[in-house]
């Protein structure tokens, strides 16, 4: 979440973010609904005016809302002139936005059509403000400082005598004037008709993040990227710096008009207090190092403050900021292995950080889950044993979790005396038995006879670890080790042997098909099968530069893998010969989905990639997932046409037709 908007007596609250998030709440912030909009802009801003109108700023366009942000509709501008900042100005009666080309834009009908003013300056217009008396500021790169009269038909420059961007503007109540606060640290004030300027010394060079002011008190407060707060009681003649949390970058700054306590928010999570003027201050929330809040807002009159920050995170205070809780979860932690629970409508995640997350409307809301770990490890794979119907998921310093309930609660074991030096990677498990085999790098392969309720020790010759490993059934498992040997074991993993010659290089993908007893290795420039459990091999020619990773069978029985730089391989010979088939994208493409309704294969990937083939992987067309963060596994949800893709971040797309 980027912004946050409050209308605090009617406890309306909207919240925007990346990828399209446009969230709405009724209650405060206890509650929060996504809404539908077109496309999948980045909302950085809302703005209120009159009659209800309420204006997004969205990746530079405007959407417009007249129902209390229920739904939104797009609203034309000049072209080429994106919005940078948007404010209404009350005394004109009239909308105003800055661009990117130096114009300023004006709407006169509410919102509903705009036109562009020259302003005389070609230089990107960053931030907008108005004095008490009506005066409007508008600011830019490269020290620009316009001025306007006449709510914006026409602007002046002003001398600023400075090569720094603006950053913001700070009004000040009465006839205090307005602060330009620059990207440098530098402040400069102008009295109430925003003529007369003068410069303020603070000691500070570091970038003002966030901009407030105090009423009880009457002082104007500063937040900046290093973690101080500014505040000043003369006008932003003279200034005091308190330093808050060392380093932290303060993204939003809020004073309590009641009581005067000041509450800012920030990088690491951080949420910080002051009761007495920003003098000293108190660290509420903080030191979660993958987590970020960038805005805060109050929610009611009763003292509800809600934060929220990277990957939709929510915190929420209904004590004045004295004590928080998560209202809504970060799911910006990477997601390393995503799982649809048969035989339920659960979805389950896991990830960095001892990241596990559930969700039982299709990825629409996600709940966080305590998995018992004693430390948050990375959680590396996940796999679903259908005999005895349980969930199991390994990561580092041998972690293996349990759970019986479709992920609702989870069970965490320590298998063996040294298996604390196990970064366990994969689990698999026999379909034919209770045995699950699990591997790592560095450690030894762990072997369970009972569906992971006690482990041991196998004797496989482990070297310095084992990347993958595959079950064909009947007892029989295929590892690769991380110097390219294989080992085959065929007593439920209880002892292994070398199969085949060792391989030139680490492999990169093993794909098993049980039924068939077939087994397939891939690599750099290698592509290997056997079909009788992984006795002999045998060599299918592939090009020397591809590098494949996954593998999966179509319902027409064709085969198809899948690696780096947008590879994909097809075959129709059961694997005996492949031919390269045009991707559309070079990026890594990773663990792909087949929908047996539809046939219709799709395969995530990095920078965003999405692909769909209709036509058993012969054509691939791409499917926005409208941002560029790096994907790697599919879910899908036939009932509502919807997908759920997961990596960086976490996006549910709706199916185009």
Known sequence: MLTLWGDASSKLML??????????????????????????????????????VLLAVASGLLLRSVDAGLSWAPVATPAGNLVTKLMYHARSNAWLATSGTGAVLRSDDNGLSWRAIATGSQVPL?????????????????????????????????????????????????????????????????????QHMWQAMTGNTEFISAAGYDVHRKQALLATARGQVLRSSDGGHSWKIAAVVDNAYLSGISADPQTGDITVVGHRATIARSRDGGASWTLSHGNAWTSRLNTLAIGDAGGTIVAAGGGGLMLRSVDRGTSWTEARP????????????????????????????????????????????????????????????????????????RSRDAGLTWQATQPVANASDSFLKQIVADPDSDTLIAVGNPGAVL?????????????????????????????????????GVLLRSDDGGSHWHTTAEPLKGPLTGIYAEPRDNAVWVMGQGLMMDSHDGGLTWRKAPVA?????????????????????????????????????MPSGTQSILRKPLVDTRSNVIYVPGRDGTLLRSKDDGKNWEAIPLHTKAHVNRVALDSATNSLVVTGERIVRVVLPE
């Open 126 to 194: 960053l931030a907008m403000g108005e004095t008490s008396s009506g005066i409007l500021l508008a600011g830019g790169a490269q020290g620009t400082l316009l001025r306007s009269t006449d709510g914006g038909e026409h602007w002046n420059t002003l001398k600023t005598h400075m090569s720094a961007g603006i950053a913001r503007f700070l009004s000040l109540p009465g006839k205090g004037g307005i602060l330009a606060l620059w990207a440098n640290g530098g402040i400069i004030g102008l009295d109430d008709d925003g």
């Open 15 to 52: 919240a925007g973010g990346q990828d399209g998030a446009l969230l709405r709440s009724t209650d405060a912030g206890e509650h929060w609904q996504q809404v539908a909009i077109s496309g999948s802009p980045e909302i950085n801003a809302f703005v209120a005016g009159p009659e209800g």
């Open 330 to 401: 970060d799911l910006a932690r990477y997601v390393s292995d995503l799982l649809a629970v048969p035989e339920s409508n659960a979805l389950i995640a896991i990830g960095d950080v001892g990241l596990m997350l559930r969700s039982t409307d299709t990825g629409r809301t996600w709940s966080v889950i305590n998995p018992g770990m004693k430390s948050p490890v990375f959680l590396q794979s996940l796999i679903y044993e259908p005999r005895n119907k349980v969930l199991l998921a390994v990561g580092p310093v041998g972690t293996f979790l």
């Open 544 to 580: 020397a530069d591809t590098s494949m990773a996954f593998m999966v069978r179509t319902p027409a029985k064709t085969l198809l893998a899948f690696g780096r730089a947008g590879t994909v391989l097809r075959s129709e010979d059961n694997g005996a010969s492949w031919q390269s």
């Open 447 to 483: 072997r369970s006879a009972d569906a992971g309720q006690t482990w041991s020790t196998t004797d496989a010759a482990a070297g310095n670890g084992i990347d993958q490993v595959a079950a064909l059934g009947k007892g029989i498992f295929i590892a690769a080790r991380a110097d």
